[in-house]
């Protein structure tokens, strides 16, 4: 079959343990198949609206068919045929699904938009309180309200709270008179020894032997 107009939708995979190669595409607006062999391509399949899976691809058994009727290979390995067809056909839905993401430069046109004249635009009017330069919003009052308040309590507690330090009970300091020691009666002698404090009408004290005045 002809090869004109042959649009690649995956690279030339080689078939394994031979020198063939498959390449899978499309041939006006149809997969097509094709098989090459060094720069030659040998033959190529244009297939069916029924050969095409629900994927939207041609039904892999289909290609592995046509490449072991059309390859001039004896007891060629089915196996390495169908792996390549799995490559082939994983690359195709791959660019398949790039071209629908990107529309044809041919398929675009130009829209030139209509210039409103300059009186018809309708611009949003400007209501509500505007706030003027220099004025203060509402929560900025509040705010400053608020701080004073605490200002003025911050004092309150400083002002009473150094009222409480200065009325507070001074320390009170007590001393303790000690009883005196008792004296003789009268002019008589008296009876203590002046050393030890012992009663004694002695002339020497019997404790620490000194004289006792009389």
């Not at 056909?89 to 209509?114: C, D, G, M, R, Y």
């Not at 404790?207 to 009389?214: E, N, T």
């Amino acid at each position: 079959m002809a090869e004109k107009g042959f649009q690649p939708l995956s690279s030339q995979l080689g078939i394994s343990g031979t020198s063939y190669r498959i390449q899978l595409g499309l041939i006006n607006g149809k997969f097509a198949t094709r098989l090459l062999k060094g720069k030659s391509v040998i033959d190529s399949y244009v297939f069916k609206d029924e050969d095409i899976s629900e994927s939207g691809i041609p039904n892999q058994n289909l290609i592995v068919g046509w490449a072991l009727r059309t390859v001039a290979i004896p007891n060629i390995n089915p196996h390495q045929v169908m792996k390549t067809t799995q490559a082939l056909v994983k690359q195709a839905i791959e660019k398949k699904e790039q071209k629908k993401t990107f529309a044809p430069i041919s398929e675009t046109k130009k829209v030139e938009l209509e210039k409103v004249p300059e009186s018809e635009l309708k611009r949003p009017k400007v209501t509500g309180w505007v706030k003027e330069e220099g004025m203060k919003s509402i929560q900025e009052l509040e705010e400053e309200k608020r701080q004073a308040f605490q200002e003025r309590m911050r004092i309150i507690k400083e002002e009473k709270r150094a009222q409480a330090i200065g009325t507070a009970p001074s320390s009170l300091r007590t001393t303790r008179e000690l009883p005196a020691i008792p004296k003789g009666e009268g002019g008589s002698a008296s009876t203590f020894c002046p050393h030890c404090g012992k009663d004694l009408d002695w002339k020497f004290c019997p404790y620490c032997g000194k004289p006792l005045p009389h």
